[in-house]
């Protein structure tokens, strides 16, 4: 196998560019090439991000790749979801995109259905309801910019379109919208006719793994780059991870661990039923014709805050550390309550929610985040017995892939409350899954069964077993304390 692979797996806070390649043995190996930062800040009056530094340090990292010795190379780019570019007649971008933290969706959804019941919705598109999707997003949106646009493209369609000059909608990303319609495989007209949108607005929709186009010979020009193809993957980040995740068998399910934690069940057939419905559930496109079945959960996001919040004093794994000796369980929190998203501040958030439900309060940067990762546990637990319930199945094994899966505490206690088999691994899974799509594209891997073999065989992985009888009941008492909190806030 001679062909060389980047990934560029762009975050809510970084961005990397990884250079993949196969060894003698078959075995995928990774190196980062460039890291950079990335973050929103507010610019005419909401949360914009900067998408032409993002493309800018692309080519950086691509320079790179060059002068390591790379004349050749593919490139797949994979980024978040439900943001967009809105793009004039003239091919240019007519405002940086407005990031899906932004708080101008805060009543949208309650206001788009007012008159399309939600139970209509999910029937129609299988995608569950967040405030941020890119539906309510555009329902939003400045009409003297719709009335202007050409084009609106998502995130990681936008950046190859820059690169390449050729624009497509890949369906891993664009069924994140809530905008397409499950059966059809098309954008829903009723639904696009309700926020003033027209399907004429979106590039021809495309599966994961289609051969994009060459970098502009502009680009090529200005910077000293490789040669490069560029084939777009499955564009949506999770959609990435979990073609990188080392599923065996029929019996696993999935946890993308990062900022946002997404656990669900790869599916060839949707599942849009009411017990989806009222569980929140997702059907998001999978590759290669394949559903994440799946809930969005806040994930590591109030890690992240947290480690700011104490002044960045200490890394990742210290607070890790510190929260191992500590007590678990010494809290109940609603980890997915909406106060959590973008807090002034999450440490008092934490600290105010426990107050107002009357239990204990954390107070020490070792019991905030005992607290956290206690209550993260008892989430993905719930989810676990949720998607027994929901798709009627006994899961086995939680494959937890992404920064997640480095973190031994939150891996064991997950295991134990689960009652499941958890494997821990690999890390850099939505790169792995954005190199893994190149390759079967290009014909170095046979498909997808075979690309997950190679991943079990080139990463480590790391094992955890339920403890019997350790945390007995702990699950069924959370379960109460939301039963009751929702009763609370209803």
């Not at 975050?11 to 993949?20: F, Q, V």
């Not at 973050?39 to 991000?49: A, L, P, T, V, Y």
């Not at 991870?241 to 790869?266: D, I, Q, R, Y």
């Not at 994440?292 to 002044?311: P, T």
Request: hydrophobic share 40%; glycine share 8%; aromatic share 10%.
């Amino acid at each position: 196998m001679k062909n060389v692979y980047v990934a560029v797996d762009i975050g809510a806070s970084s961005g990397r560019l990884m250079l993949a390649e196969c060894d003698e043995n078959e075995h995928i190996k990774l190196k980062e090439i460039h890291r950079f930062k990335n973050g929103f800040k507010k610019n005419d009056g909401h949360d914009r991000w900067n998408i032409d530094y993002l493309i800018h340090e692309i080519l950086t990292g691509l320079t790179k790749v060059k002068a390591t010795g790379y004349q050749q190379v593919y490139l797949g780019i994979d980024t978040w979801a439900v943001d967009y570019v809105l793009v004039g007649e003239d091919g240019h971008k007519l405002a940086d995109p407005i990031s899906y933290r932004d708080n101008r969706t805060v009543h949208a959804i309650s206001d788009l259905t007012s008159d399309l019941p939600k139970n209509y919705l999910y029937q129609k598109t299988g995608i569950q309801f967040l405030d941020f999707n890119t539906l309510y997003q555009l329902y939003e949106e400045n009409q003297d910019l719709l009335g202007k646009t050409d084009k609106i493209m998502m995130i990681p369609d936008y950046i190859g379109y820059v690169l390449t000059g050729q624009s497509v909608t890949e369906v891993t990303n664009a069924s994140t919208t809530q905008m397409l319609n499950l059966r059809a495989g098309l954008f829903d007209e009723d639904l696009l006719k309700k926020i003033n949108v027209h399907d004429s607005q979106f590039s021809k929709l495309v599966e994961a793994g289609t051969y994009l186009g060459t970098i502009s010979d502009h680009w090529m020009k200005s910077f000293d780059l490789p040669a490069t193809k560029v084939i777009t993957v499955a564009t949506h980040d999770t959609a990435s991870a979990v073609v990188g995740t080392p599923g065996v068998g029929e019996n696993w399910a999935f946890l993308s661990s990062g900022t946002w934690s997404l656990l669900g069940k790869e599916l060839n057939t949707p599942e849009n039923g009411q017990a989806a419905f009222e569980n929140n559930y997702t059907n998001e496109w999978g590759a290669y014709g394949t559903y994440r079945f799946l809930k969005n959960i806040m994930g590591l996001w109030i890690a992240q805050c947290i480690k700011r919040d104490l002044g960045n004093c200490y890394s990742f794994s210290e607070l890790a550390s510190m929260a191992a000796q500590e007590k678990p369980f010494q809290q109940f929190i609603d980890i997915n309550d909406p106060r959590f998203i973008k807090p002034f501040n999450m440490v008092d958030e934490i600290q105010m929610y426990c107050r107002e439900t009357h239990q204990t309060v954390p107070r020490t940067p070792s019991e905030i985040m005992i607290a956290v990762y206690s209550n993260l546990a008892l989430f993905y637990a719930n989810e676990v017995q949720k998607l027994d319930q929901i798709l009627d199945c006994k899961l086995t094994t939680l494959n937890i892939v992404g920064g997640g899966s480095n973190i031994a505490l939150l891996n064991q206690m997950t295991s134990t409350l689960a009652k499941v088999d958890v494997v821990a691994g690999p890390n850099e899974a939505t790169a792995i899954g954005n190199v893994l799509v190149q390759m079967i594209s290009t014909g170095d891997v046979a498909d997808l069964k075979v690309g997950r073999e190679m991943i079990g065989q080139s990463f480590d992985l790391n094992h955890f077993v339920p403890e019997t009888d350790k945390y007995s009941g702990i699950l069924k008492s959370y379960q109460d304390f939301l039963k009751g909190r929702s009763k609370e806030l209803a």
